[in-house]
């Protein structure tokens, strides 16, 4: 997919969320969470061929931590491999998954300190 193309479809998930992703997402926006900005619906471009690019696009996240939240509803019951995969290459290009199910929220404050734990440790470097 071309770039272009990628950010018009971040664009799209960005005005078209889950319940669930708006209100993780109120708990996250502006900086709410220890000063981190988090972006939301985020294309994370792995790798690229000229023009071609090879992209996930993450539910939420955090430059300085590469931090990726993802929220994990029923859809993600029938494609665990592929969500498994997923990681492995995002891990590979040192980025730090928090997979969140959707029914955790109704625990916010659990939620947001297992967040803010992630904090506490240094991004580690990609192998």
């Not at 502006?30 to 471009?45: A, D, E």
């Not at 696009?57 to 990726?68: G, S, V």
């Not at 029914?103 to 659990?110: A, D, G, P, R, W």
Request: aromatic share 12%; glycine share 4%; net charge positive.
């Amino acid at each position: 997919m071309h770039y272009n193309e990628i950010k018009e479809l971040s664009r799209k998930f960005r005005k078209n969320p889950t319940p669930e992703k708006l209100i993780l997402w109120q708990y996250l926006r502006k900086r709410k969470r220890k000063g981190k900005k988090f972006l939301r619906q985020y294309p994370v471009i792995y790798e690229n061929m000229g023009t071609e690019y090879f992209f996930f696009i993450a539910d939420c996240y955090c430059a300085t931590e590469k931090l990726i939240i993802e929220l994990d509803g029923p859809v993600h019951d029938r494609q665990k491999e592929r969500d498994i995969r997923r990681d492995e290459i995002l891990i590979q290009e040192g980025y730090r998954i928090l997979r969140i199910k959707n029914e955790e929220l109704k625990n916010m404050e659990k939620v947001l300190q297992k967040i803010e734990a992630v904090f506490l440790y240094p991004p580690l470097a990609p192998p």
